[in-house]
């Protein structure tokens, strides 16, 4: 019986180049201040063949993994592949307030650990595994300063909350056998959901929902050092972009919300697009906007994100709309922004934080509308499950 517990851009000339608009090629052409080059920059990447090498090597990845592991750990750690109500099931609370399905970081030897890692390479980007492994090291750094705060008296919380913001509280979970032709992992703890779905020779990363507190760290010999570190930046840089015309369709306002709008058990909750859309946009304004589309895709593995970015072209850039919330010329403040599209939706919120700089907490997600879990290709809707506690 399972136990419940508490880098670089991907190449826009690939397989985006078959299907991308005239006028999103031409952006891209923009930023890059010349002429595509012709066949030689659709590279091998774009390749059934190198295509299919991502499930492979996440596949046998997965397998090394599991075999790493003791049966009581497997037997927590697998589920059929249709245990939807696990399979959608995710949070970005701490393991007080939420509990999760799996086998536990904190319960796994060195070797096992390391062949956890050697699955994070697998599936995802050389920088989408250094925000996810930063993610997960931040917790610690979380611990000792909510910890420091508490001993200072400058923050009352619970010891038991303290004690849960902790690397050793992820949980991993598979669904099906690696290697079948629909079969999917998941890694999910305080601030991070990490969702793989395999279908036949195709991965969906959505949704990915990234967090981080601090969002940059202010002291010590790490002081400076950010695990989302662009997500911010290319949203404000494109705000800053839009002429005073432009600012007054994009910005909606400066209510705030508490949160990102499609978070665990919101997955259907944004379903009109709002804000400026890419048509209204100049060429370099539309390559800020993909640059942005680019930063939150590419922390898949690269043949999944070129897909993804394929399947957003296929829409046309004129579909995107780009949302912002809150203040315009305060980076220090609070802010929210969003890119929404047939088949992407992106969210950024920086969050209150839980002592220092109030404004020292973001959170993000990526999800596609039409294809979270795979659902597209598996011709299967799939209502979110969520607990809050």
Known sequence: MRQMQAGPAIPFLGVFALVASSALAGCREDRAGGQPEAAEAQSADSSPAAMEASPQRMAEAARNFLAALSPQQRAAAEFPFDADAERTRWSNLPASMVERSGARLGDLGDEQRRKLHELLRASTSSQGYQKIAGVIRLDEVLHEEASAAVASGERRLPERLLESWTSANYWV?????????????????????????????????????????????????????????????????????????????????????????????????????????????????RGLLWELVEEFAANADHGAADAQLARIGEDGLDALHFAWIGPTDDRTARYYYRVHGPSVLIEYIVEEGVGGNPANHVHSIIRDPGNDYGEDWLGKHYEEHHERR
């Open 173 to 285: 979970a598979f669904f099906g056998r690696p290697g079948d032709s629909a079969w999917g992992w998941m890694i999910n703890g305080h601030h991070m959901a990490a969702s793989f779905t395999v279908v036949d020779d195709r991965i969906a990363f959505t949704p990915l929902f990234l967090g981080a507190e601090p969002h940059e760290i202010e002291r010590g010999l790490e002081a400076g050092w950010r695990v989302l570190a662009n997500e911010g930046d290319r949203g404000w840089r494109l705000l800053q972009a839009l002429d005073d015309a432009q600012r007054a369709v994009a910005v909606l306002g400066d209510d705030i919300p508490r949160d990102v709008l499609t978070g665990p058990g919101r997955k259907g909750s944004l379903s009109e697009f709002s804000g400026i859309s890419a048509s209204a946009l100049t060429e370099a304004q």
